[in-house]
């Protein structure tokens, strides 16, 4: 099987969406979670640049809710250099 289910304790005001009535994490979560979370370590480098850039290009993200949960995860000045790097 090539599919991952990731289970994760969710932070206080996480962005969040309902999607079939379930509470899912928004692209801007995901975004955030990935840069720095060890669980996402394999993601570092020239991957996660090309990961906001391919998720920014073809999809709608809401730069300040991303920049929002990421200074409530103390991630701001990384998701800041990612979006710089990525031209975004």
Known sequence: MNDA???????SDSPLQLVKDINTPTLEKILVDIVGDIAFSFLQ????NHIYTTIFERHS?????L???ATRRARKEEVEELLKISQL
């Not at 289910?5 to 932070?11: E, K, Q």
């Open 5 to 11: 289910i990731i289970f994760r304790p969710l932070i």
């Open 67 to 69: 920049l929002r949960y």
């Open 45 to 48: 480098g020239s991957e996660i």
């Open 61 to 65: 993200i809401n730069k300040n809710k």
